[in-house]
């Protein structure tokens, strides 16, 4: 499921649609991004608008750092 690895908010359910229910990510558009971290590493997240703004609001290595204290963050996959 697409859940934002930053603020941990995942997509919006919609009313009932037969035979299944509709999925909506219009306002939690999840984008995967590849990132630059001080470790000298690049990491690969999966994040929502809001994650990226907190992301320009206290910095990456802090964000990630809230997200593993919350739970958010459960694993990253780093790129070569």
Known sequence: ?????????????GNNVSP???EQSA?????QKILWVEQQIWIRLT????????INKIGLNAAIKQAAEK???TSIK???
Do not use: D, H, M, W
């Open 1 to 13: 499921s697409k859940v934002c690895q930053i603020t941990g908010r995942k997509a919006a359910v």
């Open 20 to 22: 299944q229910r509709e």
């Open 27 to 31: 306002n939690q558009p999840f984008q």
């Open 47 to 54: 994040v929502s608008a809001a994650g990226l703004r907190t």
């Open 71 to 73: 739970g958010y963050l």
């Open 78 to 80: 780093t790129v070569e």
